[in-house]
C-alpha cells in the first residue's frame, strides 16, 4: 500500500513534469498504431459483440499529460471509422484512464474538458464518455466479462512491490546491475513474473469473449538478465547516488535500501508467463527501439552530449523523483542529482548511443 502511494510521475505542467518531460513515452506509442488499428480491426470483424451498444476500453497506466489523450483520441477515432452506421450514428464508448490513486488526475481531466470541447468544435458526432480509473492494474478494475480492450504503454515494467531481501545483496545498486548476485536477479524475475500472471489472470476475469488488449514493454534485447545496455541509465543513477554519499551529502545505508521496482524482460519471458497463466492468445508480437534521447527533433539537430544527457535526465526525473523523495527524504536535493547525472549520462550515451528495446504484443482472450 505505501508503494502505491509513492509510485507516480511528477505531477502538473511545471519544468520536471512528466507532462512536459515524456517525449519518449509518447515516440513509443506513435510506433504502436499500426499494431493498435490491426487490433481492433481484428476485434469489431471477429468479436461476439457487434449488438452491444456499448464498448469498454481502458488505458492501463495512463499517467497525465497529453499522451493519455492521445491514445484516447486515436482508438476512439479508429473504431468510429470500422463502426460508421449508415444513419450517422456513431459508436457509443466507456474510455477509462487507469493510473494508481496519486496519479495526477486532476491535470487529466483538465485536458479531458479541452479535448471534448475540441471535438465539438470539429463537428465530431463521437459519443465517447472518459472517466477517470484509480487503482493497481494489479488488482480488480472491472465487473467480469464487461470489458472490450485494455491498452498499457510503458507501464508493465512497473512491479507491484520491491522483491524481498534485495538491502543485504543489491547494496549499492538500485536494480539489477552487471555486478548483481544471482540472488538479486531471481528475486526481481520472480517479482515480474508474479505480477504479470496477476495481471493476465485479472484481465481474464473482466474481458468479454473476443476481447483484446495491446501491450508494450520497456524490454531486453537478451536473456542475459544483467545485460549492460539494458539496464544502464539506473546503474548510472545508481552511480550518480553513490557519489553523493561518498561526499556526505547522502546516508548509505538509505542507498543499501534502496532499489526500485522496475523489471525489463526479454521476449522469452514475457511470451512464457502468458503460455502458462493460459487466458490470452498471442496474435502478434512486433519490436522496435526507441532512443534514450529521443525528442521531436532528435534526427534534425546534430548530436550534443549535453543536450542528449539533459533530455534523458529529465524523462527520468520525471519518474524517479517522487521515489526518491519518499525514501531519502530532506537530504536529497534533486536539482543537483540530476544535474550531475545529466553529465554523466551524456558522457555514456555519447559512446554508447543506446535505445530501450520495446515489445508491443497484441492479443486475444482465450
Known amino acids: 500500500m505505501v508503494l502505491q502511494k509513492i509510485l507516480h510521475m511528477n505531477s502538473g505542467n511545471g ?25 481492433l480491426r481484428n476485434m469489431l470483424e471477429n468479436g461476439d459483440f457487434a449488438d452491444d451498444h456499448c464498448l469498454n476500453l481502458v488505458d492501463l497506466g495512463c499517467a497525465s499529460g497529453p499522451n493519455a489523450l492521445s491514445v484516447v483520441s486515436h482508438v476512439t477515432d479508429t473504431i468510429q471509422e470500422l463502426r460508421k452506421n449508415g444513419d450517422g450514428t ?10 494508481l490513486p496519486n496519479n495526477d488526475f486532476n491535470s487529466l481531466f483538465k485536458l479531458v474538458e479541452i479535448f ?11 459519443r465517447c464518455s472518459i472517466y477517470g480509473l484509480p487503482g493497481s492494474f494489479y488488482s480488480r478494475l472491472f465487473p467480469r466479462k464487461t470489458l472490450h480492450f485494455a491498452y ?5 515494467h512497473w512491479l507491484s512491490q520491491v522483491p524481498y531481501g534485495l538491502e543485504s545483496e543489491n547494496e549499492e545498486n538500485i536494480y539489477i546491475a552487471v555486478d548483481s548476485p544471482s540472488e538479486v536477479l531471481d528475486a526481481y524475475a520472480e517479482q515480474y513474473k508474479r505480477d504479470l ?8 476475469e473482466e474481458m468479454v469473449p473476443g476481447g483484446h488488449m495491446v ?12 545485460s549492460k545496455d539494458d539496464c544502464a541509465h539506473l546503474a548510472i543513477l545508481a552511480q550518480t547516488l553513490l557519489d553523493m554519499v561518498t561526499q556526505g551529502l547522502l546516508k548509505k545505508d538509505d542507498l543499501h535500501s534502496f532499489n526500485v521496482p522496475i523489471y525489463m524482460p526479454c521476449q522469452q519471458e514475457i511470451e512464457s508467463i502468458i503460455s502458462q497463466q493460459g487466458s490470452f492468445k498471442i496474435k502478434k508480437i512486433v519490436t522496435f527501439p526507441v532512443r ?33 523523495v519518499s525514501h531519502f527524504g530532506e537530504l536529497i536535493d534533486c536539482n543537483v542529482l540530476f544535474e550531475r547525472y545529466s553529465v554523466k549520462i551524456g558522457e555514456y550515451f555519447s559512446k554508447e548511443r543506446t535505445s530501450h528495446h520495446m515489445l508491443a504484443i497484441s492479443m486475444t482472450i482465450q
Open 197 to 204: 500472471f496477476t495481471f493476465l489472470s485479472l484481465r481474464g
Open 292 to 324: 534514450w534521447d529521443v525528442n521531436k527533433d532528435t534526427d534534425e539537430s546534430p548530436f550534443d552530449k549535453t543536450r542528449s544527457g539533459n533530455l534523458i535526465s529529465d524523462c527520468v526525473r520525471a519518474f524517479m523523483e517522487p521515489m526518491l
Open 152 to 156: 498499457s504503454s510503458c507501464s508493465l
Open 116 to 126: 471534448n470541447k475540441g471535438k465539438e468544435v470539429c463537428g465530431s458526432r463521437s
Open 90 to 99: 456513431s459508436q457509443e464508448i466507456q474510455f477509462f484512464l487507469n493510473d
Open 215 to 226: 501491450l508494450t514493454f520497456i524490454g531486453r534485447r537478451v536473456e542475459d538478465r544483467s
Open 15 to 39: 519544468e520536471t513534469s512528466y507532462a512536459n518531460n515524456s517525449s519518449f513515452q509518447n515516440v513509443t506509442i506513435s510506433k504502436t498504431w499500426d499494431l493498435v488499428d490491426e487490433t
